[in-house]
Structure formats: C-alpha cells, structure tokens
C-alpha cells in the first residue's frame, strides 16, 4: 500500500513563493508518476502537475510558467516550487500516485495580502 504525506503548504503573500514536498512510501515509486493537484473551495479538484518517471512533465494551464515539479527518487519525494503566487492559487493541494490510486491527506496553501 502507497502512502503520500505532504508538506510545506501555509501562507503566503500575493506573489510570493512556496515548496511543497511530498514523501512517498516505498522504493518502487521510482518507476512511476507521480503528481500534484488542488482543490479550491467550491470547485472540483483540478491538476497542476504530473511528472513521469523518465521525468516527462504536464502543468495545468492556470500554473505553466510559474510552478516546478522535480523529483527525487533516492528519497521517495516529488516537490512543488510555486513561484508569483496569485490569490486564486489557494487551494487545497493534494500529492498523487495515479498508479496506485494513492493521495495524501491535502495541504493548505492560502495567497493573501
């Protein structure tokens, strides 16, 4: 059984930075993708980015340019650098093994002045 356990979510001002990091249980987690989502208040959850194993990358539309996902396989951890935070960034944001069916318990980020 996968488990993810995310980290480094808070607030933040409007344009202002943030990493979050996701821990993964289990080695093999090496060989697959692994993402990052959100969910705003009222709104379904939505993808932000997914990283294949052999590092192929998708951001979602609202986030291309201004959010980085990486991963470190020798730590079992998938991160995202989020960059010129906006208000409407805010979110719960969720660490996915699509795999597996795996997600972790969510994080708050909240952009706000």
């Known amino acids: 059984q996968v488990q993810l356990v995310e980290s480094g979510g808070g607030l933040v001002q409007p344009g202002g930075s943030l990493r979050l ?3 993964a249980s ?3 987690l090496s060989i697959y993708a692994l993402g990052w989502y959100r969910q705003a208040l009222g709104k379904q959850r939505e993808l932000v980015a997914m990283i294949t194993s052999v590092n192929s990358i998708n951001y979602g539309d609202s ?3 201004r959010f980085t996902i990486s991963r470190d396989n020798a730590k079992n951890t998938v991160y995202l650098q989020m960059n010129s935070l906006k208000p409407e960034d805010t979110a719960v944001y969720y660490c996915s093994a699509p795999t597996f069916g795996a997600w ?3 994080i708050q980020v909240t952009v706000s002045s």
Do not use: F, T
Request: charged share 10%; proline share 0%; aromatic share 0%.
């Open 21 to 23: 990091s996701c821990v």
């Open 26 to 28: 289990g080695n093999i």
């Open 63 to 65: 986030v291309r340019g």
């Open 104 to 106: 972790g318990q969510g």
